[in-house]
């Protein structure tokens, strides 16, 4: 690490965002004029702070990698495209919450001071290059998500769903903090100087240069902590329960920030990890493709038989993590000989993933009334022709999450496909294979809902008026689902430059 | 002589009881009461191997954790007491509106 440049420069955007965070939080509460336009103001200096942000982040791409505080967090071009999709994530998010807010009366200064601190906790958390900064980040993120989740007060389920994001999440800490403790001691020899290190490019280095004699039970213990407590967060089989519930009791319009965030910033921080301790992928090879197998098959069964879209959506992220975490198992064969194509694979789907899992969740925002969310299949009935434009958005997106042609969802699957058959991991690509049909089933489920029954009684009938947030952001995600899936080869230039992954 | 794999040894147990005692409780206190003892056996192992090499980031990544507790405390009292003024109780059996 010696010799590169190491300042603050390399956090800028992440700055940005926490000083955007304090400007909303003390302008709402300090500044009477702000408070009577809060409404209004709240939201758009959020978003307009996001935007210098991503700014500065886009025109780094190129650039040299730099470092900061001593090299733990590092600033590669493969954390300035996780940071581009979190970026996107949160203005999407605010899009949505506005009226939505409004509608539920929670609307709070305080909302958007959370997205943006939980935000830079993303931030840190993709370019944390040290497991304690990387600790610090994950629980700066999560800490903020857990006031979200119980962000309406007034309602039990909300509460409720707090509560059990707040006790699974801290048990994973737990984990993750211990495994760390483990790392560290079992990392004896791996730093330039024959010390131990939580620095991941020395151990990188370290375990490339076989600095390490043989791997220690204390350094795969903590491997095997750190596993899991990443498992939790990402919300894993068999590690996923309280991800239904937290989905479903959360208020919509932060159940699509979460989903998507978390997913980002966690599989980030896993495919760094993965890269540092490709060398010795004996330990986690075969354990990552038990879990991604029964992730995937868990988490599509279990949504089959799900009556509420948002418990149904939960599940299928659980699904897709799963896909997603078999693209990340290819780093691990062969040494990390297929790292590049992997981390372009699973960057390319996540992007999908973000786009279709805000756009599905806007699509049930667009479609709650005032003091009554949209919220199962019962609710979308008959949806096509009393609302034509929600219904043929949601198509969209659940032909997307399905990965039928010519969606993004569909090159997603298509390119993870191709990395596990180049890498060898044919039996983790017919596992995908099988659980995408299976999908399939629910998907459309949603549609036939939508186009082939009548409406009755205790369908949700008339949705909010003047929602021009939610519809922007819904009509977005939805062209770029359809326009990123019939020409993949913008999204792909996107997420390039993520293979330019800092391990030295 | 008291050596490093004692204090190893012991923040294990630590940490292994902490772990029971969050899947066999029932009361969001004492579950987070465990958690933090998840937490400060992995701040015992810190310090002992930090000593251990005669390395101080070992005794410094306790602050940061320490931190970070305080920090999901306070938060966590937090949501257990909006609970309480909802349901009068805060038994993890009894808060079980969402379900398939």
């Known amino acids: 690490m010696v010799g590169m440049s190491d300042s603050l420069a390399a956090i800028v955007p992440a700055i940005i965002v926490m000083i955007t965070g304090f400007v909303v939080l003390l302008g709402d509460s300090c500044v009477p004029a702000w408070r009577s336009n809060g409404k209004a103001l709240n939201p758009s200096v959020s978003i307009v702070g996001l935007l210098i942000a991503l700014f500065f982040n886009q025109t780094h791409i190129g650039k040299e990698a730099a470092t900061a505080f001593n090299g733990a967090i590092v600033d590669d071009p493969f954390s300035r495209v996780g940071i581009l999709l979190l970026g996107l994530t949160a203005i999407f998010s605010i899009l949505l919450s506005m009226t939505y807010l409004e509608n539920k009366k929670l609307q709070h200064g305080e909302y958007y001071v959370l997205i943006l601190f939980s935000l830079f906790g993303g931030m840190l958390m993709v370019s944390a290059n040290e497991l304690i900064t990387l600790f610090v980040a994950i629980e700066t993120l999560s800490v903020a998500l857990y006031v979200l989740a119980g962000f309406a007060r007034t309602e039990e389920k909300s509460e409720e769903a707090a509560l059990k994001y707040f006790l699974l999440g801290a048990f994973a800490a737990g984990f993750l903090l211990y495994g760390i403790a483990m790392v560290y001691g079992g990392s004896m020899g791996l730093a330039h100087d024959g010390q131990p290190t939580t620095n991941l490019a020395e151990i990188a280095t370290g375990l490339a240069n076989g600095g390490l004699m043989s791997v220690s039970v204390m350094l795969g213990i903590g491997l095997a902590l750190l596993f899991v407590g990443f498992a939790f967060k990402a919300a894993l089989v068999p590690f996923h329960m309280w991800a239904p519930d937290v989905y479903q009791g959360a208020p919509t319009s932060v159940t699509a920030y979460m989903a998507a965030l978390t997913k980002i910033a966690i599989f980030t921080v896993i495919l760094r990890i993965c890269s540092a301790f490709a060398p010795i992928s004996v330990v986690w ?25 948002k418990r149904m959506l939960a599940y299928s992220s659980v699904a897709h993590a799963g896909y997603i975490l078999a693209a990340v198992v290819a780093v691990g064969v062969q040494a990390g000989k297929f790292r590049d194509l992997a981390i372009h694979a699973t960057m390319f789907y996540l992007f999908a993933y973000t786009l279709m899992t805000i756009g599905s969740f806007g699509v049930l925002i667009w479609l709650s009334k005032r003091g009554r969310d949209c919220q199962t299949l019962n609710d979308l009935k008959g949806l096509v022709k009393r609302d034509p434009f929600g219904a ?113 | 002589m008291i050596t490093t794999s004692h204090f190893l040894v012991l923040s294990a147990i630590l940490f292994t009881t902490g772990v029971i005692g969050v899947l066999v409780k029932r009361n969001p206190i004492v579950i987070f009461m465990c958690v933090e003892l998840m937490l400060n056996a992995a701040n015992l192992s810190f310090i002992a191997l930090g000593r251990h090499f005669g390395q101080v980031n070992g005794q410094m990544y306790v602050i940061f954790a320490l931190a970070v507790a305080a920090a999901e405390v306070s938060v966590g009292l937090g949501i257990i007491v909006a609970i309480f003024r909802a349901k009068e109780t805060i038994n993890v059996d009894e808060v079980n509106l969402l379900k398939s």
């Open chain 1, 392 to 504: 043929y958005v949601m198509l969209i997106f659940m032909l997307s999450l399905g990965g039928i042609p010519p969606t993004m969802g569909f090159m997603g699957k298509l390119m993870i496909f191709n990395v596990l058959l180049q890498s060898g991991l044919a039996p983790l690509a017919i596992c995908l294979g099988i659980a995408s049909i299976i999908s399939i089933y629910y998907y459309l489920r949603v549609v036939w809902m939508m186009c082939f029954m009548e409406p009755d009684n205790e369908t949700v009938s008339d949705r909010a008026v003047e929602q021009s947030g939610v519809s922007i952001a819904v009509v977005i995600t939805a062209v770029l689902s359809l326009v990123l899936g019939l020409a993949p080869v913008i999204a792909q230039n996107i997420v390039a430059p993520a293979s330019n992954i800092l391990l030295h």
């Open chain 1, 285 to 309: 090879l075969n354990t990552l493709q038990v879990i991604a197998v029964l992730t995937i098959f868990g988490g599509n069964i279990l949504a089959v038989t799900q009556d509420n879209v």
